[in-house]
């Protein structure tokens, strides 16, 4: 949708903001899907801290709370994202698991 081209325009304090405005941390699953989807055809694509913005709203604490293995929605989410913005992704949930082998 047009209207996600506003995510290129926020600062990365702005896009924590709208994030939690949107509760994109809490959304169902499926929806997440259907977002991260939508993130492959956003052009031009997020810079590198913007994508780390949204994986950590997005992923982080879903996957920090995880008592059992990923729904599908989940994994098909992190999937796409992973996709177009691995690197982000890979400092953002990567590197948190890495340091707190216990959680998630």
Same mark, same amino acid.
């Given at each position: 949708p ?15 903001? /709208?994030?939690?405005? @949107?509760? $994109?941390?809490?959304? #169902?699953?499926?929806? %997440?899907?259907?977002?991260c +989807?939508?993130?492959?055809a ?17 992923? /982080?604490?879903?996957? @920090?709370? $995880?008592?059992?293995? #990923?729904?599908?929605? %989940?994994?098909?989410?992190? +999937? ?25």
């Amino acid at each position: 949708p047009p209207e996600l081209r506003v995510l290129n325009s926020c600062s990365p304090s702005q896009l924590e903001g /709208l994030c939690c405005c @949107l509760q $994109l941390s809490v959304c #169902p699953e499926s929806r %997440l899907v259907r977002f991260c +989807s939508w993130l492959l055809a956003l052009t031009p694509d997020l810079s590198y801290t913007s994508a780390a913005v949204l994986a950590e709203q997005l992923f /982080l604490q879903r996957v @920090l709370s $995880l008592a059992q293995p #990923p729904s599908r929605h %989940l994994m098909a989410a992190i +999937s796409s994202f992973c996709s177009k913005y691995s690197q982000p992704f890979c400092r953002v949930l990567v590197a948190t698991i890495l340091r707190d082998p216990g959680e998630g």
